[in-house]
């Protein structure tokens, strides 16, 4: 059962344009969602992360968007570059009250072409 | 400089060999984790281990064994029971008071001939 499905499998932007990747989830006591960069070869980098008590968080030209009711949240990139082509993750976890494992779920990636 | 170091890079054995695949942290993170990634697939969780002398099974378990005898390290082997044992796995860590963070190595591409 995949509780994390991210969409799309692969996004071809150009220079400068907007790249959008989103994420549904299934299990509402998850209530950490980040966002892991990947470039080949490599591992997975965290990139943005962000708890369910704020809709929006944004960090330089990247900006997570939360809709809780949903049960959606999204990745997008302002004024994409070359250098953002990558494979990117979402994911969640859940913190039990008594502490958790922090398992992350993870979805399974968006191939992000940049062209110059 | 602090950080996960994964070896090898890449890793070629025979069907039927078991494979140890070393992850070694000098971050103090509690717990590590093991992933592996095979294309169009995302990471699936293998073992995690929260303290030393602990570890539980993730989503993949068979097939893998792993050892958390020290702080800093947490071995993963690939036994001849693994069915499709290709793949890149990679190993992670986190602190305890960071929350959910966990940070990754550079992986390691095993492939089985």
């Known amino acids: 059962q995949q509780q994390v499905k991210q969409s799309p499998q692969s996004l071809i932007v150009q220079k400068g344009g907007i790249s959008i990747i989103n994420c549904a989830y299934e299990?509402?006591?998850?209530?950490?969602f980040p966002w892991y960069q990947q470039f080949p070869g490599k591992g997975p980098a965290l990139l943005i992360a962000i708890r369910p008590d704020v809709s929006e968080k944004k960090e330089g030209r990247f900006t997570i968007s939360f809709n809780k009711s949903a049960k959606q949240f999204s990745l997008h990139i302002m004024d994409s570059q070359p250098g953002d082509s990558a494979t990117y993750f979402c994911?969640?976890?859940?913190?039990?009250?008594?502490?958790?494992?922090?398992?992350?779920?993870f979805g399974k990636g968006t191939l992000l072409t940049v062209n110059p | 400089d602090g950080g996960i170091t994964q070896s090898p890079k890449y890793l070629f054995r025979k069907e039927g060999q078991n494979v140890t695949l070393s992850c070694e942290q000098n971050l103090n993170h509690d717990a590590m984790y093991w992933y592996r990634q095979d294309p169009g697939q995302g990471l699936r969780l293998i073992y995690y281990?929260?303290?030393?002398?602990?570890?539980q099974k993730g989503d993949i378990a068979e097939g893998y064994s792993v050892s958390r005898e020290k702080k800093e390290s947490f071995p993963l082997t690939v036994t001849s029971a693994q069915k499709n044992p290709t793949a890149f796995y990679l190993c992670?860590?986190?602190?305890?008071?960071?929350?959910?963070?966990?940070?990754f190595g550079p992986g390691t591409r095993l492939t089985v001939l």
């Open positions: 281990s929260q303290i030393v002398n602990d570890f």
């Open positions: 299990n509402t006591a998850f209530d950490y």
């Open positions: 994911a969640a976890s859940r913190v039990s009250s008594g502490g958790s494992n922090y398992k992350l779920t």
């Open positions: 992670a860590s986190r602190l305890r008071t960071r929350g959910n963070e966990q940070f």
